[in-house]
């Protein structure tokens, strides 16, 4: 089951995934038009490259089990431990995550992309650093959170998989209780528009003086720790064990005085670009493999990010090029889509399967501009794709945003690169 969610919205994808007493993963990716474009969609006065450049993607998978949902996060690659964290700070354990090397609990396929923040919180239940309770609790909310996001979007498209069950499981949760209590949130929180526009949004005191003049101490008290200006009303309800709608009505009589105003939190350093900047101050030199069976393409991706001081290996047998990654373990991978014998989606999905590459960046290569195609990519686990043809410019861009620039330095290719290559496919490099 997939299509667009101007087709079909969440309430009724998730009634029928609860009818049909399904077990699986719903996958939702939402965008939105900035305000410049809305309403040249129906006259198509904008084009593929402006509207696919105007798309503002944030991505949630809901996990089930005969029909009932098990667990649910939102944009896996982002939130890391960053979500668990904030709830584990309502029970004072968040110092209990610093410790935790490794989930003790092996997350296999997709859940093990996907869902690795419920690894770390089983890692935590099966070290006995939280209680069942808690857990329970912590899952609850998180769910309740996204399903909020989920049956507030209007435009966006969806993907639904049969696959085995995530587990293990602490609970699952009935899904129409639960969507009848979240829709009644939704439509409140719309009362709040166009003061309130996001959870992110972050409260911060517009009229200091004003306040201390009129409010008691434990207020003062209480608006000095939440309203900073970089904590955002979810962060709040997350500590505070409420919801948004809870945390924005207490908030809003603030707003409409004027002593307090919501602004969006500065955008944190992107995983893959802290990952690089460690990189750097080893002087390591950036490995990237490309797999796409069209020589052409191989040749001139080669070619480009050698001059920009990249180490790359364009390999166009997608057979051979699952032994030699191993081998060569890139920063980042480059995978075509559409491919004989073995296609884009099952290599991605064969690579996050070894606990090497859960992490390193996969980035789809497609000529097809569907935003299906996007969603099925994230499914089996891609970082991000380029729609072919596509120019220097934005294959540079999109390298630098998962693991930097090339090194200035770099003359020749690695040895290991060049022995593997010349061994495993007959090539001479240059």
């Not at 998180?142 to 049956?151: A, G, I, R, W, Y």
């Not at 979810?234 to 809003?252: F, Q, S």
Request: with cysteine; glycine share 6%; proline share 5%.
């Amino acid at each position: 089951m997939q299509g667009q969610l101007s087709e079909i919205d969440i309430r009724s994808i998730l009634q029928l995934i609860e009818l049909g007493q399904r077990t699986g993963e719903l996958f939702v990716e939402a965008y939105s038009l900035p305000s410049s474009l809305i309403g040249s969609e129906r006259t198509g006065r904008f084009s593929k490259g402006a509207l696919r450049e105007s798309l503002v993607g944030q991505s949630w998978f809901v996990f089930f089990l005969n029909g009932q949902i098990i667990y649910a996060t939102v944009d896996p690659d982002s939130n890391r431990k960053s979500r668990l964290r904030d709830y584990l700070r309502r029970y004072r354990k968040e110092s209990a995550l610093d410790n935790l090397e490794k989930p003790a609990v092996r997350l296999s396929g997709i859940a093990a992309t996907n869902a690795p923040e419920y690894g770390y919180l089983w890692a935590l239940l099966e070290n006995h650093l939280l209680t069942p309770a808690q857990g329970r609790s912590i899952i609850q909310s998180m769910v309740h959170e996204t399903l909020f996001d989920l049956l507030s979007l209007h435009s966006g498209a969806f993907i639904f998989e049969l696959s085995p069950a995530l587990a293990p499981q602490l609970m699952t949760l009935e899904i129409g209780s639960l969507v009848a209590q979240i829709m009644q949130q939704v439509q409140e929180w719309k009362q709040f528009h166009p003061h309130i526009q996001s959870p992110d949004q972050c409260p911060v005191l517009s009229n200091e003086a004003k306040v201390r003049e009129n409010f008691n101490a434990n207020t003062l008290k209480t608006l000095d720790r939440w309203v900073d200006g970089q904590t955002s009303i979810r962060k709040i309800a997350r500590h505070l064990h409420k919801d948004v709608l809870t945390v924005a009505r207490a908030i809003y009589p603030y707003i409409q005085q004027g002593l307090v105003q919501l602004v969006y939190p500065a955008s944190e350093t992107p995983s893959g670009k802290r990952e690089w900047m460690r990189a750097q101050e080893e002087t390591r030199v950036p490995r990237i493999v490309c797999i796409d069976d069209g020589v052409a393409l191989c040749k001139a991706v080669e070619y480009i990010l050698k001059q920009q001081g990249y180490e790359v290996a364009a390999i166009s047998n997608p057979i051979k090029a699952l032994s030699l990654v191993f081998q060569l373990k890139p920063d980042l991978i480059l995978c075509d889509i559409a491919m004989p014998e073995l296609d884009g989606y099952e290599i991605c999905a064969m690579l996050r399967r070894a606990t090497l590459f859960r992490q390193t960046p996969i980035v789809m290569l497609t000529g097809k501009d569907g935003f299906i195609d996007r969603v099925k990519a994230r499914m089996v686990g891609a970082t991000d794709y380029l729609t072919k043809p596509f120019g220097e410019g934005e294959l540079l861009m999109i390298l630098e945003k998962y693991i930097g620039p090339g090194s200035r330095d770099y003359s020749l290719p690695n040895q290991l690169l060049d022995d593997a290559l010349a061994t495993e496919l007959e090539l001479e490099m240059r």
